[in-house]
């Protein structure tokens, strides 16, 4: 049995972890120097930062090419590549929703398939001469969001307004913007659709440059969809308790995979082919994009934990009924984090659907929607390096060192992984309860505020 490929395989699941480390270390590079120009100081750490990002980009981008039929990094770990990045983004949010808030959920898998499928619809529509799904989806989330905002403002000068009755607002406005959105795509559509041409003859907006920016705009409007649809679930249901809120979110991801099944009957998405699976979807996600997305997520989940508004998610984890003392809304405090790492997840699904080019309703099935779930316990609740670690860890060792082993085994081998891992983390569970890692590295290490000292301790006069 030739177990060199495996010993290959582990050296590269070393590189990676050193490589992501590395990227971690550089992002937190602190030089301590401004440069002017003009009447504007910069730091030169954002200098730094950024040419060093790129940096770890170039690494990885010279590790995929081929140069005539030689590459460090093959087709399958670039596969792995993409699904770490988007596994990445998925565990981020889930922790932020359970490491940082405190909120058991099982429904970021359900936000991850309503992204995947929102975005490919787009794309695929778009690249066979409708754009309708693009029309129809930007303005949606954008006239929905606008009036979302606006309820919200009506709704802050009214005292105890239930819970039920505001939803139902923000549900009528929800409907209301698919209405107008609806309408708008019907009077847009045959202004673009000229320009689109067809699969086999693609217009002047359907290739090149402006297909980037469609995939790019289907990937955010796919993200804030997932977000809005996050939005209005949990504004009733996260008034549950957090036992009641994860079997909650267990329901809703059945109902989501429920829908994909039935996609070509029950809902308006013909190309979708319910459980038969949707293919055609163009494969535009490039390392490029995959790192981007996910150095974005990071940098945002990053500075939100370390804002006032993360330390009072922090506040609504360690004692709800302390903080609502404190004066916070611990309500809205909830619902931002839901919200947010629903909009992690939708940006995830964007990215793999035209990575992998075809979407199965199996793949988004609740059992796998547990993933996430290992992950953030692997690499620590609360922790944002060893979610980052454990992701790719649980991609290139358990998807594909071990798989790749039990295959040589025998061809039923695979199948094994299942049971080897609930058993990996009920050992977990008993030797390390807080998970692989607990701590922050680089980047994500909160600095250390020096304490003022005063004037008696400085040895100052007295002061009486």
């Not at 977000?227 to 989501?256: E, K, M, Q, R």
């Given at each position: ?11 590269k ?20 120097k ?22 770890a980009?170039f690494?990885?981008?010279?590790a995929?090419?081929d ?39 099982l ?16 794309t695929?529509r ?41 939803f139902t607002l923000?549900?009528?406005?929800a ?7 609806v ?9 673009l ?7 086999l ?5 359907a ?6 920016v ?7 409007f796919a993200g ?6 996050s ?15 994860g ?16 996609s ?5 998405f ?21 790192f ?10 990053r ?14 984890r360690?004692?709800?009924?302390a903080?609502r003392a ?13 919200v947010?790492?629903s909009?992690?997840?939708?940006l ?7 990575y992998?080019?075809?979407?199965s ?8 929607g547990?993933?996430?779930?290992i ?5 620590g609740?609360?922790s ?7 992701a ?12 790749e082993?039990?295959?040589?085994i ?20 008993l030797?390390r309860?807080k998970g ?6 680089g ?10 000292r005063?004037?008696?301790?400085q ?6």
């Amino acid at each position: 049995m030739d177990f060199l490929p495996t010993v290959l395989s582990l050296v590269k699941i070393v590189v990676v972890i050193a490589y992501l480390y590395g990227l971690l270390w550089v992002l937190g590079v602190r030089v301590g120097k401004k440069i002017t120009i003009g009447k504007q100081s910069f730091d030169i750490s954002i200098l730094v930062n950024a040419l060093g990002a790129l940096v770890a980009f170039f690494v990885v981008q010279l590790a995929l090419t081929d140069f005539n039929g030689f590459s460090l990094l093959n087709a399958f770990d670039a596969g792995l590549l993409y699904q770490a990045c988007t596994m990445v983004m998925v565990a981020l949010g889930l922790n932020l929703i359970y490491g940082f808030n405190g909120q058991f959920s099982l429904g970021q898998w359900g936000f991850y398939g309503i992204g995947a499928y929102a975005a490919a619809d787009v794309t695929y529509r778009w690249t066979n001469g409708d754009s309708r799904g693009l029309v129809v989806l930007g303005s949606g989330v954008v006239i929905g969001m606008i009036i979302l905002v606006l309820i919200n403002k009506a709704l802050s000068n009214l005292r105890r307004m239930p819970v039920l009755s505001s939803f139902t607002l923000y549900l009528i406005g929800a409907l209301f913007a698919g209405f107008l959105a609806v309408n708008v795509g019907r009077w847009v559509a045959p202004f673009l659709d000229p320009y689109l041409g067809n699969a086999l003859g693609p217009g002047p907006l359907a290739e090149g440059a402006a297909l980037q920016v469609v995939y790019f705009l289907a990937v955010v409007f796919a993200g804030l969809f997932a977000a809005g649809i996050s939005f209005l679930f949990g504004l009733p249901v996260l008034s549950l308790g957090s036992d009641y809120f994860g079997i909650a979110t267990l329901g809703f991801s059945i109902v989501i995979y429920t829908l994909m099944v039935n996609s070509d009957t029950v809902l308006p998405f013909p190309e979708m082919k319910g459980g038969r699976g949707m293919i055609g979807i163009p494969k535009l996600t490039t390392w490029a994009w995959a790192f981007g997305f996910m150095l974005l997520v990071i940098i945002i989940m990053r500075n939100l934990i370390r804002s006032s508004t993360g330390r009072t998610i922090l506040s609504v984890r360690e004692d709800e009924i302390a903080a609502r003392a404190m004066g916070v809304d611990v309500a809205s405090t909830k619902l931002l984090a839901f919200v947010a790492g629903s909009l992690f997840a939708g940006l995830a699904g964007g990215v793999y659907a035209h990575y992998i080019g075809f979407l199965s309703p199996g793949a988004f099935d609740f059992l796998v929607g547990f993933n996430p779930l290992i992950i953030i316990v692997f690499g620590g609740l609360g922790s944002m390096t060893g979610t980052i670690v454990a992701a790719f860890g649980w991609i290139f060792f358990l998807e594909g060192s071990l798989r790749e082993l039990l295959g040589k085994i025998s061809t039923e081998a695979p199948s094994w992984r299942y049971v080897l891992y609930p058993l990996s983390l009920l050992l977990l569970m008993l030797v390390r309860p807080k998970g692989l890692l607990n701590t922050e590295w680089g980047f994500l290490k909160a600095r250390l505020i020096p304490l003022r000292r005063t004037n008696a301790q400085q040895g100052g006069t007295n002061h009486e």
